[in-house]
């Protein structure tokens, strides 16, 4: 079987986990479950698929480190850098580079480093569908099967089914994220997938694409790529990053992608968007509250009570309410409106207390 | 006129301003409003009355050092310190000991140090009257004009105004803690007063009524007496303690006093007795909030929002709740359900998490 190669995307520094979660801290490096990482869970519910030694993660420069303790088990290679985030299309072409390099035939799975599943053997089976499929050419997709009209997705729409694999559809469309009429019709219609931002490979098939695509992004990266383990790789890094447009997977590679495949999948997916989506790493108790850290939970249904090992959150009397506690700063908010924690920060960035974010 | 000597009563341990009150940080040593303590502006408020070298308290051991940083102006020696809490009536008694033998005619003034008021000018007015109506015999105690059918403070129902004073009646009774109905009658009716545990009196009238009342407790302070200003104070004291019962002014003196007096009187007193009346030392703002320390309030009304100094709380949709951050623990609460913060403290033992009390 073709080598697999896994590279997990630590992009963003998100601030919907605040206070927890802080610009020194992005949301993948949180142990929201308790025991271990966003990102080291997206690498260890892959083991079954490649072995460390095929892990790779792209991530900020400014993370670096922290990611490298997070998974130590990642050979330091592997851990690519990016000097300036320039969304998902330029990082998976880095990737690509570096893996094409390493392994000529390897086939890439891209996996987000901050969601989070429920059922890791779902997930791994069509990972290995997507991985056959992938062998013969297209760019795959898993497309998890939407539970409820989310507005907060782009959505995949099937075509016909894709003779070469089992479970695997042609792409008939990406949409973006809808209005919620849209979302409800998906939903009734059928046929639509939720993307996860997970995609599996060839770095070739990938590059042959940007360079299609987004020749200019193909461009700027080919000196990086031809100092791939030499002194001048970070100058090349650098420069190459200076130029560069940002632009999504979705909206600069696959909407125009020669050829598509979706594999869809019912595996307790979650993007862990908010507090409110706690319960997708961590298991309620008999009164639906999500609980982590000390606590005292008196007369109270359906919360989230956060707080860290050493520390307590107290709440009496409380219906649907997340509230999070950290040293410095804590927040309380009803679960449904946890994604306003943006209006929060923006608040915060107004006061001058950047000293909380 | 009669010297004046204030005596404060810092008994209580009180958990009810928890996380921010603990065993070694009660609520007299609360700066709640954000300037002074309750002990502090307790002394404040009376300035006009007496001196500063008129001022004593009476503490438990552990708060004495606590005690004397928050009012450093108080002599060293008026500090007087109670080896176990035996309530008010011994704590009374020791201080009446004290003042007789500093001041042998003086008045005392018997204030709890853990309540707020917000018109000190109405509240000195009427100690004035009392401290004239005491001179001639009587224990005088301050009748709160009753706001509202409150069931967790006593009563006092006025009996025919004195003659020998302006605003000043005969004590016709006093009421423990009514229940709810009486406590709708006696607003009702009129001629009921709140008994917010201030007393104004002669020691030696208080220590006659003690003598009569709770020979016991008389006879057992007396060796106290002797040893004031020697050596053998503090082992007098500590054998005296050691074998008193607990009792209070009220049921142990004032209920079956001889001469008693009440002036009542108007001046938004309140025994900020849990965050629901941290507005009573704090203006709420436009929207009813109460807030200590930095916060980030959105879309919330009628909450109390409290930090300390360099911390944050952010909340967000929330209606009449208590949110108060300390770096350890956090409590969140309805404000209407705040006094059952006992129920938290009550778990927070059997949990065997003492550290955080």
């Keep these: 079987m073709t080598a697999v190669h896994i590279v997990a995307l630590g992009g963003g520094s998100g601030?919907?986990?605040w206070p927890v979660s802080r610009r020194s801290r992005p949301k993948q490096l949180l142990a929201l479950d308790g025991k271990r990482t966003l990102l080291a869970a997206t690498f260890e519910r892959v083991e079954s698929i490649a072995p460390v030694s095929s892990f790779w993660m792209v991530v900020g420069d400014e993370y670096a480190e922290l990611c490298r303790e997070a998974v130590p088990e990642i050979p330091a290679a592997q851990v690519l850098t990016e000097p300036q985030g320039r969304n998902t299309a330029p990082a998976i072409a880095l990737?690509?580079?570096?893996?094409?390099?390493?392994?000529?035939?390897?086939?890439?799975?891209?996996?987000?480093?901050?969601?989070?599943?429920?059922?890791?053997?779902a997930f791994c089976a069509a990972l290995k569908i997507a991985?056959?499929?992938a062998e013969l050419g297209p760019i795959v997709t898993l497309g998890i099967e939407p539970t409820f009209a989310e507005t907060g997705y782009g959505?995949?729409?099937?075509?016909?089914?894709?003779?070469?694999?089992?479970?695997a559809f042609a792409v008939k469309r990406f949409v973006e994220k809808p209005d919620p009429i849209c979302a409800q019709a998906f939903l009734a219609r059928g046929g639509f997938s939720w993307n996860a931002g997970i995609f599996v490979m060839?770095?070739?098939?990938?590059l042959a694409e940007v360079q299609r695509q987004l020749p200019e992004l193909h461009a700027a990266l080919q000196p990086v790529a031809a100092a791939i383990g030499t002194p001048a790789y970070n100058d090349a890094l650098a420069t190459a990053y200076e130029s560069l447009t940002p632009v999504s997977i979705d909206k600069g590679v696959m909407e125009h992608a020669a050829e598509v495949a979706v594999v869809p999948v019912e595996c307790g997916w979650s993007d862990v968007g908010s507090w409110n989506a706690l319960k997708a790493v961590s298991d309620p108790d008999h009164a639906g509250n999500v609980i982590h850290g000390n606590a005292v939970v008196v007369d109270s249904n359906d919360c989230v009570v956060y707080s860290g090992d050493d520390q307590l959150v107290a709440v009496?009397?409380?219906?649907?309410?997340?509230?999070?506690h950290t040293p410095d700063a804590t927040l309380v908010v009803p679960k449904k409106r946890a994604q306003e924690v943006r209006e929060i920060i923006a608040r915060i960035e107004r006061q001058g207390w950047q000293r909380y974010l």
Excluded: C, N, Q, W
């Design 15 to 17: 601030t919907r986990f």
């Design 95 to 121: 990737a690509a580079l570096h893996v094409k390099r390493k392994a000529e035939d390897a086939i890439m799975v891209v996996l987000p480093a901050d969601h989070a599943v429920r059922d890791p053997k």
């Design 131 to 133: 991985v056959k499929l």
């Design 155 to 167: 959505y995949i729409e099937r075509g016909a089914a894709d003779p070469k694999a089992e479970h």
């Design 202 to 206: 060839r770095p070739s098939a990938y």
């Design 316 to 324: 009496l009397g409380l219906e649907g309410v997340a509230v999070v």
